[in-house]
């Protein structure tokens, strides 16, 4: 009975049901593709126990539930999609299992408890996406062959000791957004010469950052830090970051002068955020920047410097007189607009101020009203 058959792919269909339990009769069976398929129940543990199985996807069944089964000891799993589901409860310890693991996508479900130790065994591991959890504690150590990691919006907590990112060579991204973390920020992370992406707002880290060595040939692009308890000078190592885009280190306790003139450096730079800080900016120098176009500083109300700009003012103004010229445009152009607002302004004072109040005979008022919808 089709015991040649390796690849099953259904995703996108309607089969409404649980998973099927004879797909794991196959005994060749290398890939199931089951996404979106409005699916219902629990994860069969004989779906997990083909031996052969090296890619299963799941994800998008918001209706598969359920803890997941524990998993064998011996496994040829090398990818598992699970994102977009209900599954919940504590990630198994046996996840260390699936030692030829390459990709491991768990997002968007609603695991709890803290992250397995065991995930450290995965060495083949280069995508981890547990975001959108309910993940608690401390994050474990990493497998050293990771290039994505997305623990966002979970419920982790604790220092992250520096050692964490020690040897991750292949790492190009890291996602710790939406979490609890407090302490420093692990200084590792910045000598990742591959890393790219460093995405930590909306935490608890706090202290001051210090200078790091071969910032020049670091190929960080993106640097978000923002919403955290940093203090301290905004580390020199920052503005020698040459790939650098985006950063954006708002609503930190940052303080100390800096010198406008360093976001020269920044060649690749088209996002900068130092707003809600208590840095004194020193404008000095600013005309070795004439004709460079400097990216602006976002809403800083604590930014010091010998001229103070008040933006709340110059951009509420700025909505005035756009909203005044959409008003006027629309009323000398458009014909239709305009017979709507006179006749509008005709009936409110005509409730206010009466008949006699607003022309002198019902003749004259008529013939008033009749001229300005005819502009």
Known sequence: MLQSLSVIQLSDNNLSGPIPKFL??????????????????????????????QTLDLSDNGLLEGPLPEFPQKTSFQTLLLGYTNFSGKLPNSIGNLEGLSILILGSCNFTRPIPNSLVNLTQLGNLDLSFNMFTGSIPSFPKNLSHIDLSHNNLSGRIPSTHFEGLRNLVDINLRNNSFKGN????????????????????????????????SSSLAFLDMSSNKLEGSVPISFFELRSLAVLDLSFNNFGGLMQLEMIQTFHQLIRLNLSYNNLSIDTNGNDRMEGLSPPTFEDNKHLNSGLEIDWDIISSEIGFVVGLG???????????????????????????????????????NRGYTAQRRRL
């Open 24 to 53: 794991a009769n196959f005994s060749n069976l290398t890939s199931l593709h089951l996404r979106n398929c409005r699916l219902v129940g629990t994860l069969p543990k004989k779906i997990i126990k083909v031996p052969t199985l």
């Open 185 to 216: 920020i692990p200084l590792s992370l910045f000598t990742l010469s591959s890393l790219q992406i460093i995405d930590l707002p909306f935490n608890q880290f706090e202290g001051q950052i210090a200078e790091f060595p071969n910032a020049s």
């Open 326 to 364: 959409i008003i006027i445009g629309s009323l000398v152009f458009c014909k239709r607009w305009r017979r709507w607002y006179y006749g509008h302004v005709d009936h409110v004072l005509w409730r206010i101020f009466g008949m006699q109040q607003l022309g002198r005979g019902n003749h004259n």
